[in-house]
């Protein structure tokens, strides 16, 4: 009778984000330095490596059910230690060597989620804040790596607030045509006085942008394509955040 194989383990998926396991991870690296003043014996050490490869099982996916290779790199660095006829001081040289190892591993893990993990929601340090709307419905998301949502909640409140501005029973291409249009019209909701050339061109650039939301939104339930970058998703967010803030500034002419 023919032996039955053993199905092949299932791999395991991350189960914290990228932006939570970075800053647990660098928890641990800051940690290391007093991990490497202590003795090799000491509880603090063994609870420092097993708290860390938790953390590392946790953040970076188990390939057929096992290790990950960083995960693995990580208790190798404490592997090659023989324990046995040495004096204490060897023991405690070795502890040191090893943690040291050790960090340099977690400092690539670090390296490795900052690549994968989407950018921070500003454009410098301190300088820009998305709208405080579109933070409200779409930052969690973005940063937790659902970029596709993210995008969607974003275009959504922004044409629910051309809705509300406009007090417009409109949606799409119709609602943005009336609403910002100002061929044969007056625009119920205009960025300037209309007065020039160049005035009426501004605003048609304007009505021509949040047209462009209403493309993506509608092209958002069909494609991955457009919301699989990090970078461009965080520029997806900016450019809605920009939308709201010019309807802000703007001049509400409503029929």
Known sequence: MARRANPPARSVPPTIPARRALELL?????????????????????????????ILNAAFVKPDGEKHDNTLAFLRCYCNVTY???PEEEYDQNHVRSTQDAKAVLESCIEQLE???PPAA??????????PEI?????????????????????????????RKSGL??????????????????????FNSLQTDAERDEQ????????????????????????????????????????????????????
Request: net charge positive; hydrophobic share 40%; proline share 4%.
């Open 169 to 190: 029973n409109l949606d799409g291409d119709p609602l943005m045509n009336r609403a910002f249009g100002c061929d044969n019209q007056t625009p119920v909701i205009r």
């Open 84 to 86: 046995g006829g040495m």
């Open 204 to 255: 048609k650039g304007f009505m021509y942008l949040f047209k462009g939301i209403v493309a993506l939104r509608n092209s958002k339930a069909h494609s991955n394509t457009l919301f699989n970058d990090p970078y461009r998703a965080n520029d997806y967010l900016a450019l809605a955040s920009l939308l709201m803030r010019v309807m802000e500034i703007a001049t509400i002419n409503r029929p």
């Open 26 to 54: 660098r928890e641990q690296l800051s940690q290391a330095g007093q991990i490497l003043k202590l003795r090799h014996r000491d509880p603090q050490v063994e609870k420092w490596k097993l708290t860390t490869e938790n």
């Open 135 to 163: 933070e409200r419905v779409s930052g969690d998301l973005f940063r937790d790596g659902h970029y596709k949502q993210s995008a969607l909640e974003a275009y959504i409140r922004v044409i629910d607030e051309v809705k």
């Open 115 to 117: 690549m994968l993990a």
């Open 122 to 131: 500003q454009a410098a340090p301190g300088q820009y804040r998305f709208h």
